[in-house]
Nanobody, 123 residues
Framework: QVQLVESGGGLVQAGGSLRLSCAASGHTFSSYAIGWFRQAPGKEREFVAAVNWSGGSTDYADSVKGRFTITRDNAKNTVYLQMNSLKPEDTAVYYC????????????????WGQGTQVTVSS
């Protein structure tokens, strides 16, 4: 069992930066791939970024490539999403998820989900 808690969301102006954190409980955290997803109002939840268990392999949605960076610190049981050059269309609730396969964009392959953190980018 893995419990995930997201933090770091907030209100930022377009062009600004935020760093989201996904803190996990459980001694098996380092064996899980972690993904970040987001859901904007009225839209389906979509893939943002993912990292494998070691941090050596990552994947990104085309919409965030070059702007977002996913990293992990297994010693701290935490995964980070550094978001730069934010745009109003990045506004959403951001969720992290843990799964045994990854990095992957497929939501069905993630077993555990956090409650989400709100990111709002003003124009």
């Amino acid at each position: 069992q893995v419990q995930l808690v997201e933090s770091g969301g907030g209100l930022v102006q377009a062009g600004g930066s935020l760093r989201l954190s996904c803190a996990a409980s459980g001694h098996t955290f380092s064996s899980y791939a972690i993904g970040w997803f987001r859901q904007a109002p009225g839209k389906e939840r979509e893939f943002v970024a993912a990292v494998n268990w070691s941090g050596g392999s990552t994947d990104y949605a085309d919409s965030v490539k070059g702007r977002f960076t996913i990293t992990r610190d297994n010693a701290k049981n935490t995964v980070y999403l550094q978001m730069n050059s934010l745009k109003p269309e990045d506004t959403a609730v951001y969720y992290c998820a843990a799964g045994t396969y990854g990095p992957t964009k497929y939501q069905a392959l993630y077993d555990y989900w956090g409650q989400g953190t709100q990111v709002t980018v003003s124009s």
